[in-house]
Nanobody, 125 residues
């Protein structure tokens, strides 16, 4: 069993930055790719970013490319999502997830095995 716990969400203004964290426990974190997803009110959950186990490969949704950066610290069992230049349309619950898939597969919609409970990000205009 894997437990994922997100933190770092909050209420910010447009143009501000936030850094989300997701800490994993329960298995060898460093061996698996990780992903961030989000779900806005009334919308389906969507892919945001993914990172390979070695941090060598990262992938982003077009909507966040150039503004968000995914990274990980395997020694701390933690994956991060640095979000800059936030926009009101970034408002959503953000989830981290992991699976046995590659980071590329995650970016293409591969089913994830484990999910966190999410952290709310609200961006005011």
């Amino acid at each position: 069993q894997v437990q994922l716990v997100e933190s770092g969400g909050g209420l910010v203004q447009a143009g501000d930055s936030l850094r989300l964290s997701c800490t994993a426990s329960g298995r060898t974190f460093s061996s698996y790719a990780m992903g961030w997803f989000r779900q806005a009110p009334g919308k389906e959950r969507e892919f945001v970013a993914a990172i390979s186990w070695s941090s060598g490969r990262t992938y982003y949704a077009d909507a966040v490319k150039g503004r968000f950066t995914i990274s990980r610290d395997n020694a701390k069992n933690t994956v991060y999502l640095q979000m800059n230049s936030l926009k009101p349309e970034d408002t959503a619950v953000y989830y981290c997830a992991t699976s046995r898939a590659t980071a590329w597969d995650i970016s293409q919609g591969y089913d994830m095995d484990y999910w966190g409970k999410g952290t709310l990000v609200t961006v005011s205009s």
